[in-house]
């Protein structure tokens, strides 16, 4: 019997950051859960490609467009279900077990992870909390990782080709079948340390009220890419 998880991952000059994202999918290799990882690059000038290559990673390239990026990804993934990551997201030590359970009991509903930055302190604490209750109403972001089935994503017509709040488009489509699983994804804090927590923050809010009133995603894209 075939293992079951496609792991699809984009990246962008993701020399730094993706090999954690990928050690810590040894442990659903060891639990005989994942069929495969596709890395989904966006035109990387560094070693990105040649890591993914070591590693045993599928690598596809295409235009750097996230959501395009997660769409070409998915469309050759073989796997019964899907697991969405982003190459600084790090699954929590115990994912493997909370994916099993997920798997078991919600097929029919997608699963979202707890978010926890790689950095202590109240900022931390209070942006990732925001996040969590974000998603408990349904808006789950890509740093979250996401775990569905096949069938799911292609009744709900997968991601949008569009370079920003793609996650947001898929979640908005799957309203009313998502579901926490109980294990944490550790993000990255390093834009939040550069730009400032409030700065930051305040930015990725106001990017989503713009979305969803719907301003266009090349629009925000450009706005979202100034420092």
Same mark, same amino acid.
């Not at 890591?51 to 990673?57: D, N, Q, S, T």
């Not at 790689?118 to 931390?124: E, N, T, W």
């Given at each position: 019997?075939?293992?079951?998880?496609?792991?699809?991952?984009?990246?962008?000059?993701? &020399?730094?950051?993706?090999?954690?994202?990928?050690?810590?999918?040894?442990?659903?290799?060891?639990?005989?859960? !994942?069929?495969?990882?596709?890395?989904?690059?966006?035109?990387?000038?560094?070693? &990105?490609?040649?890591?993914?290559?070591?590693?045993?990673?599928?690598?596809?390239?295409?235009?750097?467009?996230?959501?395009?990026?997660?769409?070409?990804?998915?469309?050759?993934?073989?796997?019964?279900?899907?697991?969405?990551?982003?190459?600084?997201?790090?699954?929590?030590?115990?994912?493997?077990?909370?994916?099993?359970?997920?798997?078991?009991?919600?097929?029919?509903?997608?699963?979202?992870?707890?978010?926890?930055?790689?950095?202590?302190?109240?900022?931390?604490? !209070?942006?990732?909390?925001?996040?969590?209750?974000?998603?408990?109403?349904?808006?789950?972001?890509?740093?979250?990782?996401?775990?569905?089935?096949?069938?799911?994503?292609?009744?709900? %017509?997968?991601?949008?080709?569009?370079?920003?709040?793609?996650?947001?488009?898929?979640?908005?489509?799957?309203?009313?079948?998502?579901?926490?699983?109980?294990?944490?994804?550790?993000?990255?804090?390093?834009?939040?340390?550069?730009?400032?927590?409030?700065?930051? %923050?305040?930015?990725?809010?106001?990017?989503? !009220?713009?979305?969803?009133? %719907? &301003?266009?995603?090349? &629009?925000?894209?450009?706005?979202?890419?100034?420092?």
């Amino acid at each position: 019997m075939r293992a079951p998880i496609s792991v699809v991952i984009p990246t962008l000059d993701a &020399t730094k950051s993706l090999p954690a994202c990928l050690a810590a999918l040894v442990e659903g290799l060891q639990a005989g859960l !994942i069929r495969e990882v596709i890395i989904s690059d966006g035109g990387s000038q560094d070693e &990105t490609g040649r890591l993914a290559e070591g590693w045993g990673a599928g690598l596809i390239t295409g235009a750097p467009s996230r959501g395009g990026q997660l769409r070409r990804g998915c469309a050759v993934a073989q796997g019964e279900w899907l697991l969405v990551l982003h190459a600084d997201t790090v699954l929590a030590q115990g994912w493997a077990a909370a994916v099993q359970d997920h798997m078991a009991g919600h097929s029919g509903a997608a699963g979202w992870c707890h978010l926890r930055f790689d950095q202590s302190g109240i900022a931390a604490r !209070i942006v990732g909390g925001w996040a969590n209750l974000r998603s408990r109403f349904g808006l789950p972001y890509g740093d979250q990782g996401l775990l569905l089935t096949r069938a799911l994503y292609d009744a709900v %017509g997968g991601y949008p080709d569009q370079p920003l709040m793609e996650d947001v488009a898929l979640a908005r489509a799957l309203r009313g079948r998502l579901r926490p699983l109980n294990v944490s994804a550790v993000t990255s804090a390093e834009k939040y340390r550069q730009q400032g927590w409030v700065r930051r %923050g305040a930015r990725n809010l106001w990017t989503l !009220i713009r979305y969803l009133r %719907g &301003t266009d995603p090349e &629009t925000l894209a450009a706005a979202y890419r100034r420092p």
